[in-house]
Antibody, heavy 118, light 104 residues
């Protein structure tokens, strides 16, 4: 059974940093692209970033490019999202999703809440 | 851009639900539908316009192409009341519609 589990969310002040983790199991992690999708409170879904199966390719939404960095450690079946220079508008539940940049998503984590507030 | 309508749809169990998703520009048939219940992550229902994902009941169906798409729920069950999103994968970046809330 495919499982993905996010961690690392919390409350941070504007301008601060946070690192999210996503630990996966039930599939061969190294060969799959992995993606972060976020959802602001009461709002819709927004694709944030994707890392390719090899880890060589990364893509970002315009809203986070230059501030967020996605990476992965295949030896630990884990993906990361380093979030710097956080803004109030980054407040959202961040979902870890199995799949690359141009696909549909069948396997989602439960999400981790990031709150950016002073 | 994906535009969903209506924003909210009020129906009763047993009724037929028709949800729309408009795309600009055309996305061909590269469109999916998700269901999300409060406090849960989204669940893939339909992919490539009309293919049901694994385990999805036959009362859910999708149709359309190009710029106009429809998700139909033939006879609503109590568990179907949720928010529904469309998603395109035709062009980068993948995008989602703003959602349709299906309420009792």
């Amino acid at each position: 059974e495919v499982q993905v589990l996010e961690s690392g969310g919390g409350l941070v002040q504007p301008g601060g940093s946070l690192r999210l983790s996503c630990t996966a199991s039930g599939f061969t992690f190294s060969i799959y692209g992995m993606t972060w999708v976020r959802q602001a409170p009461g709002k819709g879904l927004e694709w944030v970033s994707t890392v390719s199966g090899s880890g060589a390719g990364t893509t970002y939404a315009d809203s986070v490019r230059g501030r967020f960095t996605i990476s992965r450690d295949d030896s630990k079946s884990t993906m990361f999202l380093q979030m710097n220079s956080l803004r109030v508008e980054d407040t959202a539940v961040y979902f870890c999703v199995k799949g690359g940049a141009g696909t549909y998503y069948t396997d989602w984590g439960q999400g981790t809440l990031v709150t950016v507030s002073s | 851009v994906l535009t969903q309508s209506p924003g909210t749809l009020s129906l009763s169990p047993g009724e037929r639900a028709t949800l729309s998703c408009g795309a600009s520009p055309s996305v061909g048939t590269s469109l999916a539908w998700y269901q999300q219940k409060p406090g849960q992550s989204p669940r893939l229902l339909i992919y490539d316009t009309s293919n049901r994902a694994t385990g999805i009941p036959a009362r859910f169906s999708g149709s359309g192409s190009g710029t106009d798409f429809t998700l139909t729920i033939s006879s609503l069950e109590p568990e179907d009341f949720a928010v529904y999103y469309c998603q395109q994968r035709s062009s980068w970046p993948i995008t989602f519609g703003q959602g349709t809330r299906l309420e009792i």
